[in-house]
C-alpha cells in the first residue's frame, strides 16, 4: 500500500479511524535486472533526477542506488540553506531556477518542505568586503536576481540582536527570497513522489564496478546485491564522486573534504534571517525549534571521513561569538559533519562523462542543497534525451580543458 495523497481532509479521516490508513512514504522493492535508466546516489540530487526523470520525461524503468540510507549523505547533513545570490550569469540562471522550484515544490510533491523566505544577510565588516559585497549586489540585479544593499543602521535595526565589536559592520547584502527549507524533509518528498511514479529505490545497494560494453559503453553496474542492467546511467554520489568516477575508468577535479554543522541548544527567537559573515568565517541561523544553526571552512585537508576536526569547530565557534558575544555560555547540542566534493571553480559539473553511457552530476561542494531541484532536472535532462540542458552546458566537464571556468569562489567563500 503507498502513503496516497496527504491532505487536510484525510489527517482528519486517519485521525478519527487510529491512523492506520497511512501506508508507508515508499517502497522497499527487491532490484530487476534491467533498468531504462539507475541512478547511482539516493540524495537529494540523485532522487530528484528520478522525480523529473518520470514526471517530465515519462521514463518508467528507473531505480535509484544508495549504499546507505536515502539522504544519509550531505542531502540529510546540510545547514539547509537556499539562496541565488551569486555572480555569473550561468550560476544565477541554475541557482534561481532551483530557487524558484523550491518556492513552489511542497504543493508539487504534496509534502511540506518547510521552505521559510526568511531573507539572507550576508555581512561586510571592511572596505573591501563593502566593495565585494557592492559588486555582488550589482551582479545579482543585472542577473535579474533581488537584491538589497543595507546600511551600517538598517542592519542593526533589522537584526538588533548583532553585536559586533571586533568585526564593525559596513553594510550587507539581503537576498529576501533567500532562506531555509527543511533538509530531510526535500529527500522524503522527493522520494516519495518518485515511489509514486513506480521508481525503485533501492537502499543498502552499493555500486561496486561497471559493465562496458564491446564499444566502451557503460550498460550495467556492479553492486552488492548483483549486477543491473542499464539503458543509461547517473552519477550523483557528491563527496564519491571521484571514487565512482575510478570504479568507471576516468578522472575528476573534484576534491573531497569534510565540512562540518553545528547545532547549539534550544533559545527563544531572536534571529530570523540567515546571516553570513565570511570574514569571521561563520553563517548561522535559528531554527523553528530554536536551536542555532551554523557552519563555517571546509576541514583543512582531503579527507572522505563524515566527521569534523576540532579547530574548524574552535574557529566557526569563535566566528559566532564575534557577531554574537552573548552567546558565550550557550551549550553545543550537535555536531556533525558530511563529505563534499570540491572544484577549482566552486561550479558543479553537470553533463556526459568521457565513458558512454554515464552521466554526472557533482561538484557541488558546499552549496549543492539549495541547487537540488536544478540538479536533479537537468541530470534527468541528460539522461532522457542524451543532450545537455542549455542551462547545463556552461558546466560541462569540458570548461576544465577550455579553460571556461566559471569562478564562484566568492559566492561559495565559506559553506553555506
Ligand atoms: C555540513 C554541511 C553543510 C551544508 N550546508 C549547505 C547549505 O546550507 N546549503 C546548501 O545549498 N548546501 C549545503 N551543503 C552542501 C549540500 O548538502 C550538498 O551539496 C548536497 O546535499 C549534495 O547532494 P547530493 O544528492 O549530490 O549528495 P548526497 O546527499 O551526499 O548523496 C550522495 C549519496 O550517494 C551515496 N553513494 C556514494 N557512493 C555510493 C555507491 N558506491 N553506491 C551507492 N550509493 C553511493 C551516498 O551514500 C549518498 O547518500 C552542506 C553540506 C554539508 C556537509
Not at 127 to 143: K, Q, S
Request: hydrophobic fraction near 40%.
Amino acid at each position: 500500500m503507498r502513503s496516497g495523497r496527504y491532505s487536510a481532509w484525510r489527517l482528519l479521516r486517519e485521525g478519527l479511524s487510529g491512523h492506520r490508513g497511512w501506508g508507508p512514504a515508499w517502497r522497499s522493492p527487491e532490484p530487476q535486472r534491467h533498468y531504462d535508466v539507475v541512478i547511482v546516489g539516493g540524495g537529494g540530487h540523485g532522487l530528484a533526477t528520478a522525480y523529473y526523470l518520470a514526471r517530465t520525461h515519462g521514463v518508467r524503468r528507473i531505480a535509484v542506488l544508495e549504499r546507505g540510507w536515502i539522504g544519509g549523505g550531505n542531502s540529510g547533513r546540510n545547514t539547509t540553506i537556499i539562496r541565488s545570490n551569486y555572480f555569473w550569469p550561468e550560476s544565477a540562471a541554475l541557482y534561481d531556477f532551483a530557487l524558484r522550484q523550491y518556492e513552489q515544490l511542497s504543493r508539487e510533491l504534496n509534502f511540506n518542505l518547510m521552505v521559510s523566505q526568511r531573507g539572507l544577510l550576508m555581512l561586510a565588516h571592511t572596505p573591501h568586503d563593502v566593495e565585494l559585497g557592492r559588486r555582488t549586489f550589482n551582479a545579482m540585479r543585472l542577473n535579474g536576481i533581488d537584491a538589497e544593499w543595507l546600511d551600517a543602521d538598517r542592519i542593526l535595526s533589522e537584526v538588533p540582536s548583532l553585536q559586533p565589536s571586533r568585526f564593525p559592520i559596513l553594510g550587507g547584502v539581503m537576498q529576501r527570497r533567500a532562506g531555509i527549507a527543511r533538509h530531510d524533509a526535500v529527500v522524503w518528498g522527493f522520494a516519495r513522489a518518485a515511489d509514486s511514479f513506480g521508481v525503485d529505490i533501492l537502499q543498502g545497494t552499493e555500486v561496486t564496478g561497471f559493465r562496458t560494453d564491446a564499444t566502451g559503453r557503460a550498460v550495467a553496474v556492479l553492486t552488492n546485491r548483483g549486477e543491473i542492467g542499464a539503458g543509461a546511467i547517473g552519477l550523483a554520489v557528491a563527496g564519491s564522486s571521484t571514487q565512482l568516477a575510478d570504479l568507471a575508468g576516468f578522472r575528476l577535479p573534484v576534491t573531497s573534504y569534510a565540512l562540518q554543522a553545528f547545532v547549539s541548544e534550544p533559545l527563544k527567537p531572536f534571529l530570523d534571517t540567515v546571516l553570513l559573515s565570511p570574514a569571521t568565517g561563520c553563517y548561522v541561523s535559528q531554527s523553528d525549534k530554536g536551536e542555532l544553526v551554523f557552519g563555517g571552512a571546509l576541514d583543512l585537508f582531503p579527507s572522505f571521513a563524515q566527521r569534523g576536526t576540532p579547530p574548524i569547530l574552535e574557529q566557526v565557534v569563535a566566528g559566532l561569538l564575534e557577531m554574537f558575544p552573548t552567546l558565550a555560555r550557550v551549550r553545543l547540542l550537535r555536531q556533525w559533519a558530511g563529505c563534499v566534493d570540491v572544484v577549482h571553480d566552486s561550479s558543479p559539473i553537470l553533463g556526459p562523462t568521457p565513458v558512454p553511457g554515464i552521466a554526472i552530476n557533482c561538484g557541488w561542494g558546499t552549496g549543492g542543497f539549495k541547487a537540488i531541484p536544478a540538479g536533479g532536472y537537468l541530470l534527468a535532462h541528460q539522461l532522457a534525451t542524451g543532450q545537455p540542458h542549455p542551462m547545463a552546458v556552461p558546466f560541462g566537464l569540458e570548461r576544465f580543458s577550455t579553460g571556461r571556468l566559471i569562478d564562484e569562489a566568492a559566492a561559495a567563500g565559506i559553506a553555506h
